[in-house]
């Protein structure tokens, strides 16, 4: 569950990256390691643009989208936390 939920969230912020800052596909490649280590900063950068003009940017920017990465981010933490702080079941 863990790996599709984090492929889910590289792909999602690849896709924003791509779009919004045209980056090569070794930028592209250089970025989906960071994003495997946890760092989004792309996605928070366009979420901080965004929130500049948060209603222009809901209803034809990417608001929403940098958003919906960011859940997606914190269902992969919470799963990661759940798998590495889970107790044994004992019988």
């Known amino acids: 569950m863990t790996l599709s939920r984090r492929q889910s969230l590289e792909r999602m912020a690849l896709s924003l990256s791509r779009e919004k800052y045209n980056y090569s596909q070794p930028e592209l490649d250089?970025?989906?390691l960071r994003i495997r280590q946890?760092?989004?900063t792309p996605v928070l950068k366009v979420y901080e643009e965004d929130m500049k003009s948060p209603l222009k940017s809901a209803i034809g920017g990417t608001l929403i989208r940098s958003?919906?990465?960011q859940i997606q981010k914190m269902k992969v933490r919470e799963n990661y936390s759940?798998?590495?702080h889970s107790l044994p079941i004992c019988s």
């Open 38 to 40: 946890g760092d989004l």
């Open 82 to 84: 759940l798998e590495t």
């Open 30 to 32: 250089a970025l989906a």
């Open 67 to 69: 958003l919906l990465i």
